[in-house]
Nanobody
Framework: QVQLVESGGGLVQPGGSLRLSCAAS???????VTWYRQAPGKQRESVAFIGSSGGTNYEDSVKGRFTISRDNAKNTVYLQMNSLKPEDTAVYYC?????????WGQGTQVTVSS
C-alpha cells in the first residue's frame, strides 16, 4: 500500500506561483503519477501526468504555466504552477495508478485571489 501526502498549497495572488509536492511512502519508480484538481461544485479533473520514464502530458488550460516533475530518489512528484489564475483555485490531489490499485492523497488547497 502506498500513502501519498500533498503539500505546498496556499493563498496566492493572480500571477503568482506555487510548487506542490506529492510525497509517497514507498517507491514510485515504476508508476505514472497524475495531479488532479477539484473546484467547488465541479468534477475532479486531471491537470498533469508524468510517466515512469518521465514523459508528461498536460490539460490544455495549464499548458505553458504548469510543470510536473519527479524525483524518484525522494519518492516525490512536484507540480510547479506559474502565472496562476483565479480559475486555478481548487483542491489539488495526486494519484498513483499501480495497475491493481489507485492511491490518492488527501489534497491540498490552492486559492488564487487578490
Amino acid at each position: 500500500q502506498v500513502q501519498l501526502v500533498e503539500s505546498g498549497g496556499g493563498l496566492v495572488q493572480p500571477g503568482g506561483s506555487l510548487r506542490l509536492s506529492c510525497a509517497a511512502s514507498g517507491s514510485i519508480l515504476s508508476y505514472g503519477v497524475t495531479w488532479y484538481r477539484q473546484a467547488p461544485g465541479k468534477q475532479r479533473e486531471s491537470v498533469a501526468f508524468i510517466g515512469s520514464s518521465g514523459g508528461t502530458n498536460y490539460e490544455d488550460s495549464v499548458k505553458g504555466r504548469f510543470t510536473i516533475s519527479r524525483d524518484n530518489a525522494k519518492n516525490t512528484v512536484y507540480l510547479q504552477m506559474n502565472s496562476l489564475k483565479p480559475e486555478d483555485t481548487a483542491v489539488y490531489y495526486c494519484k498513483i495508478a499501480t495497475g491493481a490499485y489507485d492511491y490518492w492523497g488527501q489534497g491540498t488547497q490552492v486559492t488564487v485571489s487578490s
